[in-house]
């Protein structure tokens, strides 16, 4: 480095920097004298060059000359000292490096105020965030920029309607360094090999992958590439989702399997460094699949079996799981050849703290219920027309057939449920008040009950309220149990005193309620959104602990699987 690079003591710093300025001053007082002067000159009876004077000035004023370029420096020096005193007298200028990586980890990681639909939103707003922290100032932007660990996701996601951001690639492989990879792969149409080849550079590094593709062979393509050479040592984490489920036949076996057959080596291994495993409208083929004991979370969800054996199949492959605490099943179906015979093996998951059971047709809910031991875990269980059905598979078609109420309520009466939800989508024949009725006189001591779009008339709450010993038209019933935590939305309440009496019978704890009440005083309903200052809801609010009220407006139901991914952020 030069001398005159090196940065001048304080002292003599600021003792130029002021005399320059006290200079400057004295100059442009000066400058602006002898301009006086001219302009006096050319105003008087004097004989001047006139077109001499008027080239000067014109030289002097033209964009970019001496005029415009004391203006512009003068500015600029502004500009730099309100800056300068700007970071003298704020902390955000000066805060250590550990409330830095403070503030950036509880503004990028807040993933719990993220109101996102799927694992593509979350990345999007995790990278806003981001950019926004490093457009505070450059200090913040320097640190930023130096963290790798925020620089983890690599986003092979869509930024406008067809094309995808090679730079934002390039600079998180870059700018992370060495630290763990999150791969995210969510793009319709057409999928950019090039830049999947560049990823696949970097396998060793990739923590988690997260691929969303419209159809299973651009999947299979992906897993494929990213698995062909380099080891995946530090992989824990697989999502894999197939958008697009009007694309694929959904039976048969390498059509839905999201690994070529002849990968299958490569995902036995593959499934063994597993401790987070998702995956959406296709599978795996599940007889070659043995998980480790790292396995702590899977979650299956919008996939067809060809049979029951396959089902089979499933449960065998999650009983090696024997550390796995979060299972979550949505939208399963299978079918039942005609003259298919299968044996029901029974598995133990001892670490097993979640099941959740979610719009699954009756076979699957079965062979579920039935092959899974009873333990301590809870079972949250949605229920929709599908449980009253099964599906058949013939050599023309697939066949749609009803299955007795009494079967269903035979499998319940044996289950342990934690939370039953009934309603919303697809659910029309469930939330009759006799099934909902017989639905939970048969169950054991429900802790939670959501119900969704049901009608609390004086019959369907007082049907509620009663304890009967038996009834000759449906199943032997139990006494109807206490229900303590209640969780309503789009209710429709036309006797508020019968609600009322409905709440106290079951010394209800806690509510959360959102909905309308008839508003009219003849038979035809007229249907009012509830608010807070409406007798019902003070009066609810009053009698009991934990009341919510919750505002009418068009959102889905509160109940969170319908997301089908989630990228787990942590803070480094």
């Known amino acids: 480095m030069h001398n005159s690079d090196k940065p001048a003591p304080y002292a003599r710093l600021i003792r130029q920097w002021e005399e320059a300025g006290a200079a400057l001053a004295n100059t442009l007082s000066t400058y602006l004298e002898l301009c006086l002067s001219v302009e006096k000159l050319s105003l008087s009876t004097q004989t001047i060059p006139r077109e001499d004077m008027v080239s000067r000035i014109d030289r002097i004023l033209e964009p970019g000359a001496q005029h415009n ?105 870059s700018r992370s360094n060495a630290a763990p990879l999150d791969l995210v792969i969510v793009i319709p149409g057409f999928t950019p090999r090039d830049i999947i080849q560049d990823v696949a550079k970097h396998t060793s590094r990739i923590r988690s992958i997260h691929i969303a593709l419209d159809t299973v062979y651009k999947v299979q393509d992906i897993t494929h590439r990213l698995t062909e050479f380099e080891e995946l040592g530090v ?106 015979t299968h044996t029901r093996p029974t598995i133990s998951l001892p670490k097993l703290q979640s099941l959740v059971l979610e719009d699954l047709y009756h076979d699957p809910l079965s062979i579920i219920l039935n092959s899974i031991e009873p333990g301590s875990h809870k079972l949250t269980m949605y229920l929709t027309d599908k449980c009253l059905l099964n599906a058949m ?36 024949k469930l939330i009759r008040p006799s099934r909902i009725f017989y639905l939970l006189s048969v169950t054991k001591a429900i802790k939670a009950l959501h119900l969704e779009d049901c009608v609390f008339d004086t019959g369907f709450c007082s049907l509620l309220n009663v304890r009967p010993g038996s009834d000759a038209s449906g199943p032997t019933v139990d006494q109807f149990p206490v229900i303590q ?72 139901t509160g109940f969170k699987s319908r997301a089908w991914q989630r990228l787990h952020l942590e803070p480094w």
Not at 83 to 101: D, I, Q
Not at 299 to 317: I, K, N, P
């Open 69 to 173: 370029a004391l203006v512009a420096q003068l500015a600029q020096s502004r500009s730099v000292l309100s800056r300068t005193r700007n970071r003298l007298t704020s902390p955000v200028y000066s805060l250590p490096e550990v409330a830095l990586s403070k503030i950036f980890s509880h503004v990028v990681y807040d993933c719990d105020s993220v109101d996102y639909d799927g694992v593509e939103w979350q990345v999007k707003t995790f990278y806003r965030r981001l950019y926004t922290l490093l457009g505070v100032c450059t200090i913040w932007k320097d640190f930023g920029i130096s963290m790798s660990p925020f620089w983890s996701i690599v986003p092979v996601i869509r930024e406008s309607e067809l094309l995808v951001s090679r730079q934002t690639v390039s600079l998180g492989l």
């Open 235 to 340: 992989l824990s984490e697989l999502s894999l989702c197939v958008t697009d489920l009007s694309y694929i036949e959904r039976t048969g076996n390498d059509v839905y399997s999201l690994f070529y057959t002849e990968n299958s080596r490569r995902l036995l291994k593959l499934t063994r460094s597993l401790t987070r495993l998702s995956l959406y409208g296709a599978h795996f083929h599940w007889h070659e699949v043995k998980f480790s004991t790292r396995l702590v979370e899977l979650r299956l969800q919008q996939v067809v079996f060809e049979g029951t054996s396959l089902v089979h199949d499933f449960v065998q492959a999650i009983s090696s799981a024997q550390e796995l605490q979060y299972l979550t099943l949505v939208s399963l179906a299978s079918f039942l050849g005609p003259e298919e």
């Open 393 to 428: 598979s013939t050599a023309a078609n697939h066949l749609l057939l009803p299955v007795n109420d009494n079967e269903l309520y035979s499998l319940l009466r044996k289950t342990q449920i934690d939370r039953l939800i009934l309603g919303e989508n697809d659910s029309g």
């Open 485 to 556: 935590e209640w969780h309503l939305t789009k209710a429709r309440i036309v006797n508020p005193d019968a609600f009322q009496e409905l709440v106290l019978s079951h010394q209800v704890q806690t509510l959360v309620l959102e909905g309308a009440h008839d508003n009219s005083s003849n038979n035809t309903k007229e249907w009012r959104p509830l608010q807070s200052q409406d007798d019902m809801v003070e009066w609810l609010a009053q009698n009991i602990p934990d009341f919510r009220f919750e505002p009418s407006r068009n959102r889905p």
